[in-house]
């Protein structure tokens, strides 16, 4: 979390003949907090946990 917000850092990935952008981090960060915002209303949470697993991110929060 960086200012209220989950900041990624792509540490590996494989995207087959497709180039990485190298700042694909900040790509999927942006959808990725208006979801988390949304889901948890604009009320304070803390990330439990961020997990990949087959292609899909999880992330579980609590309501503070």
Sequence with gaps: ???GKLAIEVVR????????????????EN???TQLS???QNKPFRVLTVTVQQG???V?????
């Design 1 to 3: 979390m960086k200012d």
């Design 31 to 33: 959808p990725i907090n």
């Design 38 to 40: 949304n889901s948890v």
């Design 56 to 58: 899909k991110l999880t």
């Design 13 to 28: 990935a494989t995207l087959g003949p497709l180039p990485l952008p190298p700042n694909l981090g900040q790509i999927l």
């Design 60 to 64: 579980r929060t609590t309501r503070e």
